[in-house]
């Protein structure tokens, strides 16, 4: 395998033998130790000397199920934490198959210009891009193909990445070739803007695919864990019929859905919302209600959402998008958020900081509350970079310091998503501790407060939390590493015997002899990379904290984030 | 001697004994020990649990020359930091004279109000001030001045303020009842809006007026005192004929006048701009070239500056002003300047962070380099609230972020000002590592660098630029807590006897024996209260650093900042 270092100061591209120590890593895990290796933790985030590094997970291009998740690593603009953000789509998989570890973007180019990375079986190439500069990302990806052929994957940058707004995504074509799956999280959009990249096409025709030590081994172990996915109520039946959207009924019903900027835990409008709701509007459309982000996954969570009129609208509408756009800003009209939704995949923007910027934005009064129709306005303003876009393109807490708003719901720069911290505490202890900043995916203990998966602990006790969050971090930096999406974790933590299948994969494809304990010291060695960075950059357990205003009580449990500084300086104990 | 507290949200006034611990401090010394004191160095600068807080220096309301320093001290918005910003003008001696040892204003009112506070011989009332809502500093002043008597002192924040923007500064009227003193760094104007407080009016009528244990001993050191001032070169001659000014084109000279963003260390247009050019175009036009702050000053440092007709149009017009609007946005037209001055005034802004982020805008492209009447609509805007206006009045590292420029020259979010650090390292010493952010005044080296003030210290290589902004540091702590302007400095750098009479002025005053050893240990004391605050509220030494940028070469002399972290952390080495 190489690893290409494209660099757009000199407008070069360079295939690196895979060093010694980067052999066994894929993912966040490689991301995050090239990153560390090579980044300043004090450089700006936009300048020449951050970079950006893609990269499959281990897993990723073979036929394990469900892992085709790229890895993108930088230092991040919102953050300015070291930033990983996976997303599926088929980008992963082309890469894995075309013998490519990972991808690291560096330098800026002199003239301000934008380019088109074109990888194939022959290498990394730098082409013009001008062409494609203020596109949005369905019509690049739409361009690229017509160029490329299409079967190519487009990953891209929207206007707002162009901006080198903090809230900008890159976005990664699915199956379908539709932007629709994204590194949403931390502004990476902005780091790719940042280097003069607008476009990366991949076409992995010819590829010589991924080679496996032990084929019989890798079938047998990729067979029984498909088997195991298949099997678990979550993955295997929640998933792939309401999509994520299902968690709306659950979270409201736990009374930790954050409603109105995080005044309340339960939101009237949430049955229009729902993934039930969803699930009937899609059929009777004509829509689909079950729909895979990459081929070979088999929980398959993503849709197709018709509008009105049975026309496409958007895909990959997840709970966290509705959740955000939908109750933190009490708008209960599913098209519209549909819109948004939409709206953000094709400016290149997450749609979680977007949302919860928006319900900032009403908070400062910039349009009312429930306000649909001034959301789409203001979301629109964002793509053509008005200065009112600008500031809403920055994220959350960059909108809240524009308009003096200091109820803002962020950690480390980056929004709270769809979990309250004070009904779904150990959620919350994931959100201070993260080294990503707040991101419920770093250690997702929604499982066992509210899911009862892997164990039951109460959601609105302090009890347990802290272990809980701590296991799932190490366990989710691991399976980041995999390129394996992190909805097998429901399958992980409730089935003993697919954690050793997913450790059997790796050992056949590598020729490894890896246990489960080497597993959970890679995922703590990965934490402890981040962490270092981070410290580096100047981040102390001080930012390890929810704002004040989680000392508020939560209806209808009349809770609060009632965690010391010292107890949660404790996930990081290892 | 009283502390006033002032509940905002139960709309309370309580009178306080002075504790013990405060009783021997005063400005800068007092605000941050109260501000550690009192203040959750992790709240949000601008929520409930913020605290502003006003004190008079040590001497001021004295005859102690120059004493009439306003200390305000809070958690900065701008940087995140324990923040002092000091000001001339007659708040402090009005202060010192009716007893007040300090106003802290807490809280935040709850009906999103604006109040106006009225403190007299008999105590501080809060009365409505929402006839005063959207006002400019200099109508706000004239309508306070027409309902309360021309004689008081109004200390107020425009818009910038009430809009909660980070650059936003407070107002003190001089002894003309103009606001044209300013604590203007780090925000302070944001927090005084965020507790509703649009203006303090100051009514010293049949105040009792400072005790002083032993007035003989008193008078004569101040006498004493005074002469010192005088016969300095700098603090009895240059300040008082030329202004501030005086320093561009000493500044242009020695090569460190930061000069379009910071590219080169001359200016073309720096005769057009100097302290010579200002002061014959006061002359010609009827101004005043020399104008004390506050009765009592004897370097009377600033001026009365009138437009082409004639016309009264700004005063207090300083150095890094003339710096911000002109070389650094090169802008050479004095009158525009003057008018950018003006508006900063009224509009209640810092001079320097607005400055600084008007050419962080012309990096962005927002307007041209040199543009004056871009330049002066850009800051109408701030005034304005427009979404553009809020970018820019959040300052230089906002606007920034919000269109992506990386070339941003600040240190903790606060805009480094008049003296290019790799020209004058002394001072980059202390813009790196000062408690407050970039921050000429905190240890200012440009003495012994350029001035030949206090010794000589080649501004060009790092021999002996850590000790020298360390000991300026910390006699600067304590100066900051006299109620002295910092200009005196000048003279006691000079004059071994000048400590020795400021020490026995406050030891008269208060009946002390302190020596100039416990002023030293004073100025320690109150950085370490400070760096603790910041530790605390999630800083460390990553965060005294430059940004990267200063490694290029600056002409013309070709140095740049190289100091080593481990060098820069050395000035904390006590």
């Given amino acids: 395998?190489?690893?290409?270092?494209?660099?757009?100061?000199?407008?070069?591209?360079?295939?690196?033998?895979?060093?010694?120590?980067?052999?066994?890593?894929?993912?966040?895990?490689?991301?995050?130790?090239?990153?560390?290796?090579?980044?300043?933790?004090?450089?700006?985030?936009?300048?020449?000397?951050?970079?950006?590094?893609?990269?499959?997970?281990?897993?990723?291009?073979?036929?394990?199920?469900?892992?085709?998740?790229?890895?993108?690593?930088?230092?991040?603009?919102?953050?300015?934490?070291?930033?990983?953000?996976?997303?599926?789509?088929?980008?992963?998989?082309?890469?894995?198959?075309?013998?490519?570890?990972?991808?690291?973007?560096?330098?800026?180019?002199?003239?301000?210009?934008?380019?088109?990375?074109?990888?194939?079986?022959?290498?990394?190439?730098?082409?013009?891009?001008?062409a494609l500069v203020g596109q949005r990302n369905y019509d690049v990806g739409k361009q690229l193909r017509s160029e490329h052929g299409e079967n190519v994957c487009v990953v891209s940058i929207g206007p707002a990445g162009e901006y080198k707004l903090s809230a900008a995504s890159i976005a990664v074509t699915d199956g379908d070739g539709r932007p629709v799956r994204h590194c949403g999280r931390g502004g990476t959009g902005a780091v790719m803007g940042s280097k003069g990249v607008k476009a990366?096409?991949?076409?992995?025709?010819?590829?010589?695919?991924?080679s496996i030590k032990d084929k019989e081994k890798f079938k047998e172990a990729a067979k029984d864990f498909s088997k195991m996915l298949l099997n678990h109520p979550v993955c295997g039946q929640g998933l792939p019929t309401y999509g994520t959207a299902v968690l709306i009924n659950i979270l409201n019903e736990a009374g930790g859905l954050p409603t109105k900027n995080f005044r309340f835990g339960r939101f009237d409008g949430a049955d229009k919302i729902s993934g039930e709701a969803m699930y009937d509007v899609i059929n009777e459309r004509n829509g689909k209600p079950t729909h895979g982000c990459h081929p070979g996954c088999v929980m398959r969570c993503s849709q197709v959402y018709h509008d009105k009129d049975g026309n496409y609208l958007t895909a990959g509408f997840e709970y966290e998008t509705i959740w955000a756009f939908g109750a933190h800003c009490t708008i209960d009209d599913l098209d519209a958020i549909a819109t948004l939704d939409r709206l953000c995949d094709d400016i290149g923007v997450d749609t979680i900081e977007m949302g919860v910027t928006i319900g900032v934005a009403m908070e400062a009064g910039i349009i009312p509350f429930g306000d649909a129709d001034g959301a789409i306005d203001l979301l629109q303003q964002?793509?053509?970079?008005?200065?009112?876009?600008?500031?809403?393109?920055?994220?959350?807490?960059?909108?809240?310091?524009?308009?003096?708003?200091?109820?803002?719901p962020t950690v480390k720069g980056q929004s709270i998503p769809a979990y309250d911290p004070r009904a779904v505490k150990g959620v919350g202890v994931t959100?201070?501790?993260?080294?990503?900043?707040?991101?419920?995916?770093?250690?997702?203990?929604?499982?066992?407060?509210?899911?009862?998966?892997?164990?039951?602990?109460?959601?609105?006790?302090?009890?347990?939390?802290?272990?809980?969050?701590?296991?799932?971090?190490?366990?989710?930096?691991?399976?980041?590493?995999?390129?394996?999406?992190?909805?097998?974790?429901?399958?992980?933590?409730?089935?003993?015997?697919?954690?050793?299948?997913?450790?059997?994969?790796?050992?056949?494809?590598?020729?490894?002899?890896?246990?489960?304990?080497?597993?959970?010291?890679?995922?703590?060695?990965?934490?402890?990379?981040?962490r270092e960075f981070n410290a580096k950059a100047g981040f102390t357990n001080s930012h390890d904290r929810l704002p004040e205003f989680f000392n508020e009580e939560l209806d209808p449990h009349g809770t609060t984030f009632d965690f010391t500084g010292e107890e949660l300086d404790e996930v990081f104990n290892f």
Same sequence: chains 1, 2.
């Fill in 200 to 210: 990366i096409v991949i076409d992995d025709t010819d590829a010589p695919g991924v």
């Fill in 1 to 130: 395998m190489k690893i290409y270092r494209v660099n757009m100061t000199e407008g070069t591209v360079r295939a690196e033998e895979v060093k010694e120590k980067y052999a066994t890593l894929g993912g966040r895990g490689l991301t995050s130790q090239i990153i560390a290796d090579e980044v300043d933790p004090t450089c700006h985030p936009l300048g020449p000397n951050n970079k950006l590094v893609l990269a499959p997970g281990l897993l990723s291009g073979t036929n394990a199920p469900s892992s085709g998740r790229l890895s993108i690593g930088t230092k991040s603009p919102l953050t300015r934490t070291i930033k990983e953000s996976n997303a599926g789509g088929t980008a992963a998989q082309k890469l894995a198959k075309l013998g490519i570890k990972a991808i690291i973007i560096e330098g800026q180019p002199q003239d301000g210009k934008f380019y088109t990375l074109k990888v194939t079986k022959d290498g990394v190439e730098l082409l013009d891009g001008t």
């Fill in 382 to 408: 964002v793509g053509e970079g008005k200065p009112l876009g600008r500031i809403l393109g920055n994220g959350a807490e960059f909108t809240a310091k524009a308009y003096g708003v200091s109820r803002v």
């Fill in 431 to 530: 959100y201070a501790t993260s080294t990503m900043g707040a991101d419920h995916t770093a250690g997702y203990s929604v499982t066992a407060n509210i899911l009862k998966v892997g164990g039951q602990v109460d959601p609105l006790k302090k009890d347990g939390q802290v272990d809980l969050s701590r296991n799932l971090q190490i366990a989710t930096a691991a399976i980041d590493s995999t390129g394996l999406c992190l909805f097998v974790a429901f399958a992980v933590l409730d089935e003993p015997k697919a954690l050793p299948r997913i450790v059997d994969m790796i050992n056949a494809q590598y020729g490894l002899s890896l246990t489960v304990d080497d597993v959970t010291e890679l995922g703590k060695s990965i934490l402890k990379t981040e």
